[in-house]
């Protein structure tokens, strides 16, 4: 892979939104939030939004 490509990359997760602790854990790691996707996640009755989060590599 050529470092223009590798530049480019963004790595990219989703994260519950009530899991504060995994979200400041990536938040110290330098991922961003980028988007929100309301009611994703369901558990039993109960609908979680995921949050969106993306790493920017390079310049």
């Given at each position: 892979?050529?470092?223009?490509?590798l530049?480019?990359?963004?790595p990219?997760?989703?994260?519950?939104?009530?899991?504060?602790?995994?979200?400041?854990?990536?938040?110290?790691?330098?991922?961003?939030?980028?988007?929100?996707?309301?009611?994703?996640?369901?558990?039993?009755?109960?609908?979680?939004?995921?949050?969106?989060?993306?790493?920017?590599?390079?310049?």
């Amino acid at each position: 892979m050529k470092k223009a490509e590798l530049l480019r990359l963004q790595p990219m997760l989703s994260v519950v939104s009530s899991n504060v602790a995994a979200i400041r854990l990536y938040r110290s790691m330098g991922f961003k939030e980028w988007a929100v996707e309301v009611e994703a996640l369901k558990v039993g009755d109960i609908y979680h939004d995921e949050i969106l989060m993306r790493l920017e590599l390079g310049p």
